[in-house]
Nanobody, 123 residues
Framework: QVQLAESGGGLVQAGDSLRLSCVGSGAAFSRDSVGWFRQAPGKEREFIAAINWSGGSTYYEDSVKGRFTISRDNAKNTVWLQINSLKPEDTAVYYC????????????????WGQGTQVTVSS
């Protein structure tokens, strides 16, 4: 059993940076792949980035490549999502999800999800 808790969201201005955190509980977290998703108002949940258990492999959707960086520290049971040059269209609730899968496209079926953290970017 893994429990996830996101934090780090807030109200920021366009061009600012944020670092979101996903803290996992349970021994399995350090062996899981972790993905970040976001859901904007009136839109479907969007997969944006992922990292494998060791941190040695990462994935980014084209829409965030170059501005978002995912990283992890298993000693701290934490995965981060660094977001630079924030844009109003980044406004969304950001979620992390964990699963033992090795396939990024399976993370949307992950059994463990956090409650989300709101990011609001003003222009």
């Amino acid at each position: 059993q893994v429990q996830l808790a996101e934090s780090g969201g807030g109200l920021v201005q366009a061009g600012d940076s944020l670092r979101l955190s996903c803290v996992g509980s349970g021994a399995a977290f350090s062996r899981d792949s972790v993905g970040w998703f976001r859901q904007a108002p009136g839109k479907e949940r969007e997969f944006i980035a992922a990292i494998n258990w060791s941190g040695g492999s990462t994935y980014y959707e084209d829409s965030v490549k170059g501005r978002f960086t995912i990283s992890r520290d298993n000693a701290k049971n934490t995965v981060w999502l660094q977001i630079n040059s924030l844009k109003p269209e980044d406004t969304a609730v950001y979620y992390c999800a964990a699963d033992s899968t090795l396939y990024w496209n399976r993370l949307k079926y992950a059994p463990y999800w956090g409650q989300g953290t709101q990011v609001t970017v003003s222009s």
